[in-house]
């Protein structure tokens, strides 16, 4: 079992940054991408960014430039640096790990926490 533990939400005005962060415990296997989703009210929770256990990172167009993530292998953390916020982007954050076990691969989730942009 993989348990992940987000911190780091809360409210920032417009243009503010704020940091969030994820531990993940567990059974971590190496081949693994560690990353960040939301989901706004009424909306489908959507991919913010993701990084694997080489450095490499994905990230959705509305947030490359602004947001950062990366991750200590050591401590099975990842961060994400989101600077220049927009009050759009209000919404639950997920920490997610992607995982390969047993030829399979595996979703673990977060609690979710929430970031509210709003002055």
């Known amino acids: 079992q993989v348990h992940l533990v987000e911190s780091g939400g809360g409210l920032v005005q417009p243009g503010g940054s704020l940091r969030l962060s994820c531990a993940a415990s567990?059974?971590?296997?190496?081949?693994?991408?560690m990353g960040w989703y939301r989901q706004a009210p009424g909306k489908q929770r959507e991919l913010v960014a993701r990084i694997d256990n080489n450095g490499f990172r994905n990230y959705a167009d509305s947030v490359r430039g602004r947001f950062t993530d990366s991750r200590d292998n050591a401590k099975n953390t990842v961060y994400l640096q989101m600077d220049s916020l927009r009050p759009e982007e209000t919404a639950v954050y997920y920490c997610?790990?992607?995982?390969?076990?047993?030829?399979?691969?595996?979703?673990?989730w977060g609690q979710g926490t929430q970031v509210t942009v709003s002055s």
């Open positions: 567990g059974s971590i296997f190496i081949l693994n991408q």
């Open positions: 997610n790990l992607n995982q390969l076990q047993d030829g399979s691969r595996y979703d673990y």
